[in-house]
């Protein structure tokens, strides 16, 4: 391991005292930041970083994105919940594993160039096996971006998407179809028991789809194992229905009456919450990972982000995959969260400062990863260099509010994780984009020839679940 120095750079900090340091130096060894402070470095180094004309940041941490639906960015619009889905399954499902491996690649290529450095990827989108899940994981492996691979799962059915009267694909259940908690049990346990940089966890699908058994087995897991646990928590309208219907109360409620909840959940969407579930989920600690732009995508409805704040309840921010929100860009999350909901008095608006903290130190707490999202001593070395000389940053008026408001991730040169060097001039350093590019379009082709049956049930689906 190399001694790294960035200088001479601006540095945003965001440490407990929240410095920016006007022009300063960051030192790195052995993947995190040994030294921070203002002017030049005195010491030994072995390599340096120009950052001049820079502002160093802290990463970005997308705390909940598919990685399956990278081929996806514009692929319909206007769509029903159900229909986006089964066009997912129609864009995703039959895939090898290598063609799985590819579209994680495709994936971190959107969020370094964008400067996210670490992400929850919630994956599959169908049933997966050890060869799907060992290739995804080598695949964010050697992406280096700090990803967690949450295994997404339901052993029930899954009655929210449902199409009356529509037959499925004579395959379908073995795609498509509830995974036997049993073999989820064995999948978890067998990449848990061996540490990795890309930690396993379990992230059951949403709790309608899943059997108690399995919400209890994934509390039980994550306590074993010390991992978190990722799942999408009351989405739709339609979700919140059926856990009235099968429960007679919420999601939320139901869970904290199995005993289920705690502060290692980490909840993507948290749409449908009424006042008793917020604070059922400020009780347990659990953590929402806001998706704004996804939701008002595929009109699932607007999360109620104020009321959230109000009571305690730790935020996080994700994009969502690219088939619902089209893009990786955690600045547009920001803008989007701190901006949907600015109702009543301005006092208690969310503030760009605010927004930013949800995708740092709150996407820090999603990953369960200490120290991250924060530019200090003994911080993981996770870092992003901006151009000052985009027209995003000029004038320099208010570092935190231009990040949030004015950037879209076009002014990203360099990004660091774990203390290596990913992204360097805006351009990856482990892989070839123009090679990734035309692979994704190849695959792409050959699925819409593989899946044709898939494709046809999704428009037949459209027309009855418009």
């Known amino acids: 391991m190399t001694k790294l120095l960035v200088e001479p750079a601006m540095i945003l900090t965001l440490d407990c005292d929240e410095r920016l340091i006007e022009r300063g130096h960051i030192v790195i060894e052995h993947g995190v930041i040994v030294a921070i402070g203002s002017g030049a470095y005195a010491g030994d180094v072995d390599r340096r970083i120009d950052a001049s004309g820079m502002i160093a940041t802290p990463g970005l941490v997308n705390a909940h994105t598919h990685s399956?639906?990278?081929?996806?960015?514009?692929?319909?619009?206007?769509?029903?919940?159900?229909?986006?889905?089964?066009l997912t399954q129609a864009h995703t499902a039959r895939r090898t594993p290598a063609?799985?491996?590819?579209?994680?690649?495709?994936?971190?290529?959107?969020?370094?160039?964008?400067?996210t450095t670490a992400c929850i990827d919630h994956f599959p989108g169908q049933r997966c096996d050890f060869d799907d899940l060992h290739a995804v994981r080598d695949a964010w492996t050697e992406s280096g971006v700090r990803a967690t691979l949450a295994l997404r799962f339901f052993d029930d059915s899954f009655a929210d998407i449902a199409p009356p009267g529509i037959t499925l694909p004579d395959d379908a259940d073995r795609l498509l179809g509830p995974m036997a908690l049993c073999d989820v049990r064995a999948l978890a346990e067998a990449f848990a028991s061996r540490p990795h940089r890309v930690p396993v966890w379990p992230a059951p699908s949403n709790p309608e789809r899943c059997t108690q058994d399995a919400l209890l087995w994934c509390a039980e897991h994550a306590a074993r194992f010390d991992t978190g646990i990722h799942i999408h928590l009351a989405e739709t309208a339609a979700q919140?229905?059926?856990?009235?219907?099968?429960?007679?109360?919420?999601?939320?409620?139901?869970?904290?009456?199995?005993?289920?909840?705690?502060?290692?959940?980490?909840?993507?969407?948290?749409?449908?919450?009424?006042?008793?579930?917020?604070?059922?989920?400020?009780d347990s600690d659990a953590l929402v990972v806001l998706n704004p732009e996804s939701n008002a995508r595929i009109g699932a409805g607007v999360a109620p982000i104020a009321k959230l704040r109000a009571a305690g309840v730790r935020l996080a921010l994700g994009t969502d995959g690219a088939g619902a929100n089209d893009n990786m860009s955690m600045q547009e999350a920001m803008r989007t969260a701190a901006t949907l909901d600015r109702r009543g008095p301005r006092a208690g608006w969310a503030g760009s400062r605010e927004a930013l903290g949800w995708a740092t130190t709150g996407g820090a707490?999603?990953?369960?990863?200490?120290?991250?999202?924060?530019?200090?001593?003994?911080?993981?070395?996770?870092?992003?260099?901006y151009r000052l000389d985009s027209p995003h940053w000029a004038p320099l008026n208010d570092p935190v509010a231009q990040l949030v408001f004015a950037e879209t991730g076009a002014s990203v040169d360099t990004v660091i994780v774990a203390g290596e060097v990913l992204l360097r001039g805006g351009r990856p350093t482990r892989f070839d984009p123009v090679e990734l590019a035309a692979e994704a379009r190849a695959m792409a082709a050959r699925l819409r020839v593989r899946n044709a049956d898939l494709f046809l049930l999704a428009e037949r689906v459209a027309e009855v679940l418009p």
Do not use: N, Y
């Not at 399956?68 to 089964?86: E, I, K, N, V, Y």
């Not at 409620?253 to 948290?270: E, M, P, V």
């Open 68 to 86: 399956q639906s990278s081929t996806m960015a514009g692929f319909g619009d206007r769509l029903s919940h159900p229909a986006f889905m089964w």
């Open 99 to 115: 063609e799985a491996a590819l579209v994680v690649k495709l994936c971190a290529w959107a969020m370094l160039t964008s400067g």
């Open 240 to 282: 919140l229905r059926l856990a009235q219907e099968r429960h007679g109360d919420s999601t939320v409620a139901h869970l904290h009456r199995i005993g289920a909840l705690s502060d290692r959940w980490s909840c993507a969407h948290s749409v449908w919450l009424d006042d008793a579930d917020i604070a059922l989920m400020a």
């Open 365 to 385: 707490d999603a990953v369960r990863v200490p120290g991250l999202g924060r530019l200090a001593v003994g911080a993981p070395a996770d870092l992003v260099l």
